[in-house]
């Protein structure tokens, strides 16, 4: 007991290490949560006109290069990713590097949440679209009012899934000189010599987060499901 | 019974692909006749019904409503469909949205009526339908009759000119038809032009004021139901006739 006590104080408490953790826990909120908004806001734009090219054969142009997008996303490794648009796209400016990583993420994450949407328009009853388009509602009305609320019921599941991963692969922006979650216990790690107490912090609060999210996400699918029996 | 004519449909055509479904149907519709489409499956029912409200292109051919070509290009599809109600067989009822926000999407988002406007006429359309009390259920809680009576005043919200029916009771337990042709049967008495695919011969004799028989994409035979059916000339419709009565 006194052991634990006594490397507890050398990790968190001597020279305030504990702020590595602090620094490290607010960075990775950051960059994960500006990153699904990213992500997003990429993803339904994606879906939207990747469907809309399926079903109405316009938009061929935008449909090209959201493919090229996907392929290239999914393609590579997101650590590439994330050291590319480091070291090559923003070489030359200065810019923060939680910027960098919300860019990185928020591409990446894009690329996973526009075929999860689109997976989900396609689980959409045609019946629906077609009822919706013989009461003169147009393509743009139909798809926000009747096809998009449905298809994002039908997803949230996959979506809360995908934010997960999200959330655990911000552990690389390390690897920018980013101190993140993992790279603040790494820190300490390094200073103390002691890898027990940092890392298993570093997973505990990770484990916790995670937890919250999945409740929140199942949460608002109980909500979402109410009109169903 | 003779009224202005709603509906022209000349030469219409449509191919899926090399497929002919459709091939050349031409006839009137005027307003306040009740159409039963009856047909062997296949025959291209479903097509021609979707075909006078454009849910299919068709290939060839031209549709007039109330005075206006919508198969020529440049026709805003939607201002049409406004006027020309749809029932399916499924139902489609919006599955995301309670009964009453079913009736009056289309009215408030299209700017027909505002939302108070829109809730009070879903209410009488509700009474009318004989489920007053549904206004607050979402449509899976719902049996097929109820579902598809819901549909009806859907489509009667747009104050529709006409009326196109799917197969409106296929999808239907038994019990549950004579519910949804009890009201079509008062729409009809109440004026509505109303054009029914349908496989219930019972609706096609009582109700309708014109019978039409569609096979291998053309209208074999077409007339006032009694004739239609004592008196049938087409080979074709006595053959379908003899295994459906
Ligand atoms: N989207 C489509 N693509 C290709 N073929 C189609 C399509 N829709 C219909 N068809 C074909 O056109 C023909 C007519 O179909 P339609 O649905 O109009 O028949 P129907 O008379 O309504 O039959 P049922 O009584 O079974 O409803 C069928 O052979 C069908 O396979
Ligand atoms: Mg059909």
């Known amino acids: 007991m006194q052991n634990f006590i006594n490397e507890f104080t050398l990790n968190f408490i001597d020279d305030n290490r504990y702020q590595y953790i602090i620094e490290g826990f607010?960075?990775?909120?950051?960059?994960?949560?500006?990153?699904?908004?990213?992500?997003?806001?990429?993803?339904?734009?994606?879906?939207i006109i990747r469907s809309s090219h399926d079903k109405t054969g316009h938009m061929k142009a935008g449909n090209f290069l959201c493919r090229i997008y996907l392929t290239v996303m999914r393609g590579?490794?997101?650590?590439?990713?994330?050291?590319?648009?480091?070291?090559?796209?923003?070489?030359?400016?200065?810019?923060?590097?939680?910027?960098v990583a919300v860019v990185a993420f928020g591409l990446n994450s894009g690329a996973y949440v526009a075929e999860i949407v689109r997976s989900g328009i396609m689980s959409v009853d045609e019946g629906q679209f077609e009822a919706g388009r013989s009461l003169g509602l147009n393509y743009r009305q139909t798809?926000?009012?009747?096809?998009?609320?449905?298809?994002?019921?039908?997803?949230?599941?996959?979506?809360?899934?995908?934010?997960?991963?999200?959330?655990?692969?911000?552990?690389?922006?390390?690897?920018?000189?980013?101190?993140?979650?993992?790279?603040?216990?790494?820190?300490?790690?390094?200073?103390?010599?002691?890898?027990?107490?940092?890392?298993?912090?570093?997973?505990?609060?990770?484990?916790?987060?995670?937890?919250?999210?999945?409740?929140?996400?199942?949460?608002?699918?109980?909500?979402?499901?109410?009109?169903?029996? | 019974m003779s009224g202005n004519v709603l509906?022209?449909?000349?030469?219409?055509?449509?191919?899926?692909?090399?497929?002919?479904?459709?091939?050349?149907?031409?006839?009137?519709?005027?307003?306040?006749?009740?159409?039963?489409?009856?047909g062997p499956s296949g025959c291209g029912k479903s097509t021609f019904l979707r075909s006078l409200n454009l849910l299919?292109?068709?290939?060839?051919?031209?549709?007039?409503?109330?005075?206006?070509?919508i198969t020529a290009p440049g026709t805003d599809v939607n201002k049409i469909r406004q006027k020309i109600g749809m029932v399916f067989q499924q139902f489609n009822l919006f599955a995301n949205l309670t009964i009453q926000d079913?009736?009056?999407?289309?009215?408030?988002?299209?700017?027909?009526?505002?939302?108070?406007?829109?809730?009070?006429?879903?209410?009488?359309?509700?009474e009318r339908v004989g489920l007053p009390d549904k206004a607050d259920a979402y449509p899976a809680m719902l049996s097929g009759g109820q579902k598809q009576r819901i549909a009806i005043a859907r489509s009667l919200a747009m104050n529709p000119d006409v009326m196109l029916f799917d197969?409106?009771?296929?999808?239907?337990?038994?019990?549950?038809?004579?519910?949804?042709?009890?009201?079509?049967?008062?729409?009809?008495?109440?004026g509505m032009t109303m054009v029914v695919v349908t496989?219930?011969?019972?609706?096609?004799?009582?109700?309708?004021?014109?019978?039409?028989f569609i096979d291998e994409g053309v209208i074999c035979e077409e007339n006032a139901p009694q004739e239609f059916f004592q008196n049938p000339k087409n080979q074709r419709l006595k053959d379908f006739l003899s295994k459906v009565l």
């Open chain 2, 56 to 69: 299919e292109t068709p290939t060839g051919g031209s549709v007039v409503f109330e005075g206006n070509e």
């Open chain 1, 76 to 99: 590579t490794p997101t650590m590439i990713q994330l050291l590319i648009i480091y070291y090559v796209i923003f070489a030359t400016v200065n810019i923060p590097k939680v910027f």
């Open chain 1, 143 to 229: 798809m926000q009012f009747i096809i998009m609320p449905q298809a994002f019921k039908n997803v949230l599941p996959a979506l809360g899934n995908e934010f997960i991963v999200l959330l655990k692969e911000t552990s690389i922006s390390g690897y920018i000189g980013l101190t993140d979650l993992t790279h603040g216990g790494d820190i300490i790690r390094g200073i103390t010599f002691s890898a027990f107490m940092p890392l298993i912090a570093v997973a505990l609060i990770y484990l916790l987060l995670v937890t919250g999210l999945s409740w929140c996400v199942s949460k608002l699918e109980r909500r979402l499901r109410v009109n169903e029996r």
């Open chain 2, 167 to 190: 197969e409106p009771t296929s999808a239907l337990d038994p019990e549950m038809v004579g519910e949804v042709l009890g009201l079509m049967k008062e729409l009809a008495a109440d």
């Open chain 1, 26 to 47: 607010i960075n990775t909120l950051i960059i994960s949560l500006f990153a699904v908004l990213v992500g997003i806001a990429i993803g339904f734009l994606v879906a």
């Open chain 2, 7 to 38: 509906l022209e449909v000349k030469e219409l055509r449509k191919d899926f692909g090399d497929h002919s479904v459709l091939k050349g149907i031409s006839t009137q519709i005027s307003q306040g006749e009740v159409v039963a489409i009856i």
């Open chain 2, 199 to 212: 496989h219930e011969m019972g609706f096609a004799r009582e109700v309708a004021t014109r019978v039409m």
């Open chain 2, 102 to 126: 079913n009736i009056t999407l289309a009215p408030v988002k299209l700017g027909l009526m505002d939302k108070e406007e829109a809730q009070k006429r879903a209410k009488e359309l509700l």
